[in-house]
Nanobody, 114 residues
């Protein structure tokens, strides 16, 4: 059974930074494709970034150059470093693990506001 728990969200001013974390249980983390998604109020969930099991990263155009996805296989941890945050980054952020099936965390709220 895979469980994902996000943390690190909060309120930050425009231009600020946050680092989200996602703790994964289970033994498949090293082989899984991991991703971050977000869902703003009243909008559909959208993809933010992906990191493959080999460490290849891909970003949506809306966050490219500002966000960095990374993982620590030894700790079963996924991260999202978010810099130069904008009000439009406000959303609930979810991590996803994909390995034969898909698993989602419960989400962490990020609010960018002055």
């Amino acid at each position: 059974q895979v469980q994902l728990v996000e943390s690190g969200g909060g309120l930050v001013q425009p231009g600020g930074s946050l680092r989200l974390s996602c703790a994964a249980s289970g033994s498949i983390f090293r082989d899984a494709i991991m991703g971050w998604y977000r869902q703003a109020l009243g909008k559909q969930r959208e993809w933010v970034a992906t990191i493959s099991n080999s460490g290849t990263t891909v970003y949506s155009d809306s966050v490219k150059g500002r966000f960095t996805i990374a993982k620590d296989n030894a700790k079963n941890m996924l991260y999202l470093q978010m810099n130069s945050l904008k009000p439009e980054d406000t959303a609930v952020y979810y991590c996803k693990l994909r390995w034969r099936s898909e698993y989602w965390g419960q989400g962490t709220q990020v609010t960018v506001s002055s």
